[in-house]
């Protein structure tokens, strides 16, 4: 499929690869939960969603598989996001960008492609005007997948989107 990583940005490399989903002990938040917004490819942290008021929720959340294809919901969720980081309360904020396999495949390929599921919403953002210093993309690949079903797989393929 060609999978090409996100460039690093030099907040990426002043950050040294601290994952953006972790509080200052190190450990990883609660992304994903029942709280936050789905869109079919994104779960956007309470948090974010509540700061740009944000309410769209999908039933369910997942990339097609061996897909970084973002739909048209995802696109209208991203939509505003930029707004809120450009012209909203999210002006002078950070987000980061975890893109997330399921377990099927090679580990390597997986973050690649978790990689290249955060690029494509880094894109969409850059795109829309949102600065690339203020978007940290990142890829878990399949370390945090759970499924174990076509379900479950179909859950772990997303992008989660925090405030930083």
């Known amino acids: 499929m060609g999978l090409v990583p996100p460039q690093k940005s030099a907040w990426d490399s002043a950050q040294n690869g601290a994952d953006p989903n972790a509080n200052a002990d190190g450990a ?9 917004v789905l869109t079919p490819s994104l779960h ?3 948090a974010l969603a509540k700061a740009c008021g944000i309410t769209q929720t999908s039933t369910s959340s997942s990339f097609d598989f061996d897909s970084i294809t973002l739909s048209d919901s995802d696109r209208g969720v991203l939509t505003e996001i930029a707004k809120c980081m450009t012209e909203g309360p999210l002006r002078d904020k950070k987000i980061g960008l975890v893109g997330r396999a399921d377990a099927r495949g090679e580990d390597e390929y997986n973050m690649v492609l978790g990689s290249a599921r955060a690029a494509s919403v880094f894109q969409y953002l850059h795109d829309l005007g949102v600065t690339d210093e203020r978007v940290h993309p990142t890829s878990r690949g399949k370390m945090d997948a759970t499924g174990t079903d076509e379900a479950g797989f179909a859950e772990d393929r997303r992008v989660d989107i925090t405030e930083l």
């Open 28 to 36: 990883i938040q609660n992304v994903g939960a029942k709280s936050d």
């Open 44 to 46: 956007i942290s309470e």
